[in-house]
């Protein structure tokens, strides 16, 4: 299985960006999947998550609002829009698998890295002021 993140880097406060992650070697149409980010210094935490058939999503607070978590289970994709940034939201982000294909999972679920088994090698964001 291969999760491969791009469309992070370096921009100004207020803009948007849209991450994607493109997903190989798994059924991508049966699976949730999550995205997190890791700040320096801190804990890997969670931003969004999509169920399986796309019709769930869930957000943390610190994005609700401001990001829109979709899927593309034909393209093998998943996207992040994130829009006013902010300088809190520079990190690392990644794209995550679910470990169990089509479940239905709460918003806590969602948040916990040992719900995912597969990761992609993350893309930079940073956010200026």
């Known amino acids: 299985v291969q999760l491969q993140a791009s469309g992070g880097g370096l921009v100004q406060a207020g803009v948007s960006l849209r991450l994607s ?3 190989s070697g798994l059924s991508f149409p049966r699976y949730c999947m999550g995205w997190f980010r890791q700040a320096p ?13 796309g019709k769930y999503t869930f957000y943390a607070d610190s994005v609700k609002g401001r990001s829109t978590i979709s899927r593309d289970n034909v393209a ?13 939201d520079t990190a690392v982000y990644y794209c995550a698998s679910c470990r169990t294909p ?8 969602y948040s916990r890295t ?12 940073t956010v200026s002021s």
């Open 76 to 88: 093998n994709t998943v996207n992040l829009l994130m829009n006013s940034l902010i300088p809190d």
């Open 102 to 109: 089509l479940a239905y999972f709460d918003s806590e679920t």
């Open 41 to 53: 210094g801190k804990e890997r935490a969670f931003v969004a998550g999509i169920s399986w058939s």
């Open 114 to 125: 040992t719900t995912y088994d597969h990761w992609g090698q993350g893309t930079q964001v």
């Open 21 to 23: 992650c493109k997903a």
